[in-house]
């Protein structure tokens, strides 16, 4: 998403480095670029009019002018603009003080409410909430069955007394769905509205009437992050016939040049609550303006990251790895672990993409091959427990039938194999510097392999084992990615890691 406009930012902004004064004439130019990527993302033209005037503001002020390094102030303040547009500060749901919290969703047909109703019911389940789908949209064909398959998947209780298609009054169900979850002691009620192919005023109407009926204390436009500055048209219709709370941008792994989310925001005044990013229940998040922001002018987004690490890493599963690694006695079933809860973070493209400096590597992540993961897993599960605890056991007959039952080739093994002994020892050093609990054991191996020899070797640290391809240091199981990977980002060259400063214990 905002993949267009992000490289158009990152450009012209990165044509600003490296001067030390900034005169009216490059900020002129700069604004100008600035203008040209929001029009073609589709920004509605007020909004573009009134970012570029802010930033123009600010830019010849002297908030710039007394600046060490402008270049990197406009940067800035680009940056706190788009977290202004977007929202400011990340909006939470509005609960009611006594239950049932009541939740509508409203918007265009096509927009994907009834999959977005199955992916917040599963979002509130999640936090601890206990929702229920109230099946209103009786209008399209087929619409209740499929609300009831997704509520299915989500695990969500769905109140559909109606079997639509055209069948059934949506008041009246809406109305006896408050009713059924107050009886059965739910404490959030999500409505399911019928969405419409256009501004169609019987239809904005029904949706008024379901409103005067139950009452919700959250009125969620849901909005296809495709259709870009139409999305204003549509905003400001909904909000003069029916009145929303909250926005919910659909759609956001399509081609979305991020208009929509621009321009919704910033002409109706209503903040962005969620994203959904894909098909699967789990594509679906709180929408954080100043991380999307980071996101778009290419700073990454680790704060996300580091959110979907916390739910898939069990912490004392994770902090007895990190002793193992210390000490150097990491197996390939901790790897395997390891790995596979990584896999249930999302695709590894989006993972390296939220990192700072992955828009210059943008042909290589596309380029990242899951199947290789695949193929890793297979051949560590055709191992034995003793195999998996011990690889030095694996001779070649070993790797032969692990070769034969995982499908894959002997020589893949063989890079396995030899590539996990060579990262456990790079992570086993790493570990030394860091002070990772278990790191003195591996030290006092090096140090008392050494005692006795003087002359050679005396004051040098370990050799770090070669780079056979994939990440740093070979790590293990990512053969085949493209090349590209196994470098630092722009602007990290030469960096060294045992120079950082972290707090002691």
Not at 392 to 409: D, F, M
């Amino acid at each position: 998403m905002f993949e267009s406009l992000s490289d158009r930012l990152a450009s012209t902004l990165k044509d600003l480095r490296g001067k030390g004064r900034l005169s009216d004439a490059d900020v002129d130019a700069t604004c100008r670029e600035i203008r040209l990527a929001l029009l073609e993302a589709d920004v509605a033209l007020p909004v573009v009019r009134a970012f570029i005037t802010r930033i123009k503001d600010r830019a010849k002020g002297a908030e710039v002018s007394g600046a060490l390094n402008p270049a990197q102030q406009v940067v800035k303040i680009v940056n706190e603009e788009l977290v202004g547009i977007l929202g400011g500060e990340t909006r939470r749901l509005t609960y009611a003080k006594t239950a049932p919290t009541v939740i509508m969703l409203a918007g265009l047909q096509g927009a994907g409410k009834t999959t977005l109703a199955g992916k917040l019911a599963a979002w509130l389940r999640k936090q601890g909430h206990t929702p229920v789908l109230v099946a209103c949209d009786l209008q399209r064909p087929n619409a209740v069955q499929q609300l009831q398959v997704v509520g299915e998947r989500a695990g969500v209780p769905v109140f559909a007394p109606e079997p639509g298609s055209g069948v059934g009054d949506p008041v009246d169900v809406a109305r006896r769905g408050i009713v059924e979850a107050r009886a059965r002691q739910h404490d959030v009620v999500i409505v399911d509205t019928a969405g419409r192919l256009g501004i169609d005023t019987e239809l904005m109407q029904q949706a008024a009437d379901i409103r005067d009926a139950v009452s919700p204390d959250e009125i969620l436009f849901v909005v296809d992050a495709m259709i870009g500055q139409d999305a204003v048209n549509t905003a400001t219709a909904f909000q003069e016939g029916v009145g929303f709370t909250g926005v919910v941008l659909t759609k956001l792994d399509g081609d979305a040049r991020g208009g929509a989310a621009l321009s919704v925001r910033e002409v109706t005044g209503r903040p962005i609550l969620f994203a959904s990013t894909g098909e699967k229940l789990e594509d679906f998040d709180v929408f954080h303006p100043d991380r999307m922001a980071s996101r778009i002018l290419g700073m990454g987004d680790v704060l996300s990251l580091i959110e979907q690490a916390e739910q898939v890493f069990d912490a004392d599963q994770a902090e007895a790895t990190a002793a193992k690694i210390g000490s150097g006695q990491l197996t390939l079933e901790d790897f395997l672990e390891q790995m596979m809860a990584v896999r249930r973070m999302g695709p590894l493209a989006n993972l390296l993409g939220m990192l700072p400096g992955a828009g210059a590597m943008k042909e290589q992540l596309g380029q990242v091959d899951e199947k290789q993961l695949d193929r890793v897993q297979a051949i560590i599960r055709g191992m034995t427990p003793a195999e998996r605890a011990d690889p030095k056991i694996i001779n070649a007959s070993r790797r032969l039938r692990i070769a034969t039952g995982s499908g894959v080739k002997v020589s893949e093994v063989n890079q396995l194999v030899d590539r996990f002994f060579d990262a456990r020892k790079m992570m086993a050093q790493m570990a030394g510097r860091f002070g990772l609990p278990g790191a003195g054991s591996a030290t006092r191996k090096a140090v008392k392999g050494k005692k006795g020899k003087k002359g050679k070797g005396s004051g040098r640290g370990p050799t770090p084992p070669k780079n056979r391809g994939g990440m740093p240091g070979g790590f293990p199981g990512l053969a085949g990615m493209p090349p590209g990977l196994d470098q630092l980002p722009p602007g990290l060259e030469g960096f060294d890691p045992s120079q950082l400063k972290l707090p002691k214990k």
